[in-house]
């Protein structure tokens, strides 16, 4: 069966500092990966999506960005964090394109609080 | 582009009582509609999905149904429990883009003893 990890759950970072959030998937092959934020009480806000490795695709321009350096691992990362940065932040990820069920699978998220 | 919108944002019943939790999207070309529930501090677990094709799903108490036309789906929760408070989301697939679901805002659940 196919498992979606996220490290680390949760994590305190000074303004100003790097980040380096973590996503993995068990169980499949040549998955979509997504990351997204949430602000408490509010919905979800698509930051990236990546259809395969080095593919991404950027939703909101911000000091964020993503890499996906293997088939199942996809990375989000700043260089300089800022207050508005504080978040949960969640991966997923779903079937490619039009193949399979279409089914989204997500992580059990980040809690980023910048101090 | 595709907007979802989850209406009422926030709703409290009493336990036992039948409730319907509303979505609706402005673009009727879907690939599939998904309905999540999410726990305070958790990640979002899938309780249905029905593709374009479906008229509804069905797991246990849980029903959800789909009117592509209209741009309205339902999720019926019968007999409510103190367990199923939660905040509810619904999330669309699009045809113009496979790879990319667009979410509502949810709907926060409150069942009380």
């Known amino acids: 069966s196919q498992t979606i990890h996220q490290w680390p759950a949760t994590l305190v970072q000074p303004v100003g500092s790097p980040l380096s959030l973590e996503c993995t998937v068990e169980g499949t092959s040549n998955p979509n990966l997504y990351w997204y934020r949430q602000a408490a009480g509010r919905g979800l806000q698509l930051l990236f999506y990546?259809?395969?490795?080095?593919?991404i695709s950027s939703e909101v321009p911000q000091n964020l960005s993503a890499s996906r350096p293997q088939d199942r691992q996809f990375i989000l990362s700043s260089k300089k964090l800022l207050l508005s940065d504080s978040s949960f932040y969640l991966c997923a990820w779903s079937d490619p394109g039009s193949s399979g069920v279409g089914t989204q699978y997500f992580g059990p998220g980040t809690r980023l609080t910048v101090l | 582009k595709q907007e979802v919108t989850q209406i009422p944002a926030a709703l409290s019943v009493p336990e036992g009582e039948n409730l319907v939790l509303n979505c609706s999207f402005t673009d009727s070309a879907i690939y599939n509609l998904q309905w999540f529930r999410q726990d305070p501090g958790k990640g979002l677990t899938s309780l249905l999905l029905i593709q374009s094709s479906q008229r509804e799903q069905t797991s246990g108490r849980l029903n959800a149904s789909l009117d592509k036309s209209s741009g309205r789906s339902t999720l019926y929760i019968a007999a409510s429990q103190p367990g199923d408070s939660a905040t509810y989301l619904c999330a669309v697939k699009g045809t113009y883009n496979f790879n990319k679901f667009y979410f509502g805002s949810g709907t926060k659940l409150n069942v009380k003893p």
């Open positions: 990546s259809v395969g490795i080095g593919q």
